[in-house]
């Protein structure tokens, strides 16, 4: 049974930091490219950052580059997302996603597995 499983979401100050994580199970992960995206409310679902299967690529959207990190430990069959400077316009579910691929992808219909997502919410 495959799962992944975020956390670290929460309540954050503009400008503060938060770290997500996910812990996936039931696939092999490091044959798997690993995406975060999110959803803010009343919005569609956007890319935001990808990390290929051998953890030395990544990627990231123009709306996070430089204030976000994202990175994997494939000993621990998980993917993280650092992110600093955080603005409310962040403020969304952010999910975790798997790709069949030793390469991500921007668009999120090529993803084959999906986290429950975790809330994100930026406010003073």
């Known amino acids: 049974q495959v799962q992944l499983v975020e956390s670290g979401g929460g309540l954050a100050q503009p400008g503060g930091s938060l770290r997500l994580s996910c812990t996936t199970s039931?696939?092999?992960?490091?044959?798997?490219?690993m995406s975060w995206a999110r959803q803010a409310p009343g919005k569609g679902l956007e890319w935001v950052s990808g990390?290929?299967?051998?953890?030395?690529?990544?990627h990231y959207a123009d709306s996070v580059k430089g204030r976000f990190t994202i990175s994997r430990d494939n000993a621990k069959n998980s993917v993280y997302l650092q992110m600093h400077s955080l603005k409310p316009e962040d403020t969304a579910v952010y999910y975790c996603?798997?790709?069949?691929?030793?390469?991500?992808?921007?668009?999120?219909?090529?993803?084959?597995?999906w986290g429950q997502g975790t809330q994100v919410t930026v406010s003073s």
């Open positions: 039931g696939f092999t992960f490091s044959n798997y490219a």
């Open positions: 990390v290929y299967a051998d953890g030395i690529t990544t």
């Open positions: 996603a798997a790709r069949s691929s030793s390469v991500t992808s921007g668009s999120p219909g090529d993803y084959d597995y």
